[in-house]
């Protein structure tokens, strides 16, 4: 906050420029924020932030309210894909060929009653439809109607045990270096109305950009939660056995598990 | 701290309480995390360097970009603008890196960090994200109950006078209609920070939230949808650096030395108007070099304060000059009785 006064005094507006020059030199700043990017203990501080989101983010959503859903016309006209290209093993191309009559899903881990269901099996249940926001973390978004079996559907099959906190997705997609793509929500998110393993994209089966022949739909978090080419669910009460023990493929690379926002 | 040779010679002037403790605390906090959230921010944009009005970001539609053509190897930058396109070669769009022209649409030394790391600018985003939400609302409620901000709510009173203080910065009048510490365009440059631009850019933020899309379905329809909330919060950023500026360029004009000492120590050298300048510093001018007197008769020209006030003020928060060089010990217990003051008087 500033006293005005319309005089610019050749003083002042020296020592003025030589602090700001000063200040610009001194900023070896990016080197200190490069440093503390790598700075593990600094990140862990950092990581507050995303404790805080999930925290205050989940306190004010009502456990039953539902993400905005459009209508027809507001469908984009393409669904932008990203991540991974698609799985390129023989045993998948084979499947999609066989419309998938050989993939089954397999779900097991901390639950009372461990099962596999073929996709036959998953459509015959009964069925969620939505059209909704799909959000990036890179920024754009897209809109599409997605039809599948609600996660809770499929939990009320298997009964997770009462130490199960998470439902961790595997993937049939690798990276270039073979790594599989892995996902996890916890429960609170797993029963969420519109969680839901999608088989259906704009009317259409599950196009293999989008993840055919089974993806997941967390409405309340960003894109990359949104396991594609689901290959089983593992009912888990601690993800740090799992991958690098982050919960999630982009977890492992520091992108935060929680991606509420 | 530093003692100006002409400042302490000259008696006249004295020293007035300005900024409380908090507000200090809060203005330093504020600047880093300002500077923080916009560099991140702008490492945050380039994974996807285009803006869109609307719910969706349908690749045809953008209104604004960022990015690189490469023609035969002739990389360049540019940026597009509902089709108008700008050569940005060399700060926007293309950089230069060790192994070639590379894009980029916000240059290393823009960003946080200087590498390309989207994860990396998330996590330093919401942490400052947080540290600038929790740190204004500290700022607003003491200073609401201790009354400092009615001292620059812009009013429909100020707002007449808007023409009149631009008359006066132009140099087409030559008497100041302020009243009280700030000026009618200080006033509205302000109210309007902690009036419409920070809530505005915290709610855009949280509007390009998921899980805030299930707890509020409003939030991102008030913008216009999801992509015009992240356009909007954009711009805003950008309103926030040309604050920055303007705020910066009347500090670096109006007095480094004494605005810093006053955002740091809370002290502020109130110079009288240059009737009373002129007949009582002319004699303790005289050790003083040539060069130094004439800047310093430049610094004490007019004076925006009405007179009337200041007198007023000299009772209450003012203290001498010559008492400036005191211990540190003594300086803060003094301190603490003026933030005392200052509350008993709100």
Not at chain 2, 28 to 42: H, V
Not at chain 2, 145 to 170: I, Q, S
Not at chain 2, 205 to 214: E, H, I, K, R, W
């Amino acid at each position: 906050m500033t006293k005005l006064s319309p005089s610019f005094s050749r003083r002042n507006l020296l020592l003025g420029t030589l602090q700001g020059a000063g200040f610009f030199l001194l900023s070896g700043c990016d080197k200190i924020f490069d440093a503390l990017s790598r700075n593990d203990k600094f990140q862990s501080l950092l990581e507050l932030a995303e404790h805080g989101n999930r925290r205050a983010q989940r306190l004010l959503t009502g456990r039953n309210q539902l993400a905005q859903e459009f209508s027809a016309k507001d469908i984009s006209p393409k669904f932008r894909s990203n991540g991974n290209p698609p799985p390129i093993t023989m045993d998948y191309e084979a499947d999609a060929k066989n419309q998938w009559t050989n993939w089954r899903l397999e779900i097991s881990g901390l639950v009372q009653q461990p099962a596999r269901f073929s996709l036959a099996e998953l459509k015959s249940m009964p069925s969620r439809t939505q059209i909704t926001r799909h959000d990036c973390v890179e920024g754009w978004s897209v809109i599409g109607k997605w039809k599948g079996v609600r996660l809770e559907e499929m939990m009320n099959k298997v009964q997770p045990a009462a130490d199960a906190k998470y439902v961790v997705f595997r993937c049939l997609d690798t990276d270039s270096d073979g790594n599989h793509y892995y996902e996890s929500i916890d429960l609170i998110d797993a029963v969420h109305p519109q969680t839901i393993l999608a088989y259906e994209l704009n009317d259409q089966p599950l196009p293999v950009d989008n993840g055919a022949p089974l993806r997941l739909r967390v409405e309340t978090q960003l894109g990359y939660k949104h396991a594609k080419y689901i290959r089983a669910l593992e009912f888990v009460a601690s993800l740090d056995k799992i991958g690098q023990g982050k919960g999630g493929y982009w977890e492992d690379q520091g992108y935060e598990w929680y991606a509420g926002i | 701290m530093r003692e100006d040779p002409v400042e302490a010679a000259d008696k006249s002037s004295e020293l007035l309480y300005r900024h409380n403790r908090v507000t200090r605390v809060t203005h330093w906090g504020n600047a880093l995390a300002l500077m923080i959230l916009f560099m991140s921010g702008l490492q945050i944009f380039n994974a996807h360097p285009h803006l869109y009005w609307g719910s969706t970001s349908e690749p045809e539609k953008a209104f604004f970009s960022i990015a690189a053509t490469n023609e035969d190897g002739d990389v360049r930058g540019y940026v597009d603008l509902y089709g108008r396109q700008i050569d940005t070669t060399g700060f926007l769009g293309v950089q230069q890196g060790t192994f070639g022209p590379s894009a980029r649409a916000f240059p290393s030394w823009l960003t946080i960090p200087t590498y390309y790391s989207l994860a990396g600018a998330r996590r330093w985003h919401f942490f400052f994200g947080w540290l600038f939400a929790l740190n204004g609302l500290l700022y607003v409620f003491y200073n609401l109950v201790v009354g400092h901000m009615r001292k620059f709510f812009f009013t429909f009173g100020d707002a007449k006078k808007v023409p009149a203080m631009v008359a006066y910065y132009l140099h087409l009048r030559t008497t100041s209609p302020q009243e009280g510490e700030y000026n009618p365009l200080q006033k509205m440059a302000y109210t309007s920070i902690f009036m419409i631009l920070t809530p505005l850019v915290l709610l855009s933020g949280m509007a390009m939230s998921p899980q805030l899309n299930v707890a509020f379905n409003w939030l991102p329809a008030v913008f216009g949808g999801r992509q015009s909330a992240r356009a909007v919060h954009f711009i805003l950023a950008f309103g926030f650096l040309s604050f920055t500026f303007g705020h910066v360029f009347m500090v670096l004009t109006q007095g480094v030395f004494n605005n810093m000492r006053s955002m740091t120590t809370g002290w502020y050298r109130e110079t009288p108007p240059p009737a009373i300048q002129a007949t009582q510093s002319a004699p303790a001018l005289e050790p003083v070099d040539a060069e130094d007197l004439k800047a310093d008769a430049d610094n004490v020209q007019p004076e925006v304060q009405a007179p009337s006030q200041t007198t007023v003020r000299a009772d209450t928060t003012a203290k001498p000059a010559q008492a400036e060089n005191k211990s540190v010990a003594n300086s803060s217990v003094q301190e603490e009785e003026r933030e005392k003051n200052d509350e008993v008087k709100s």
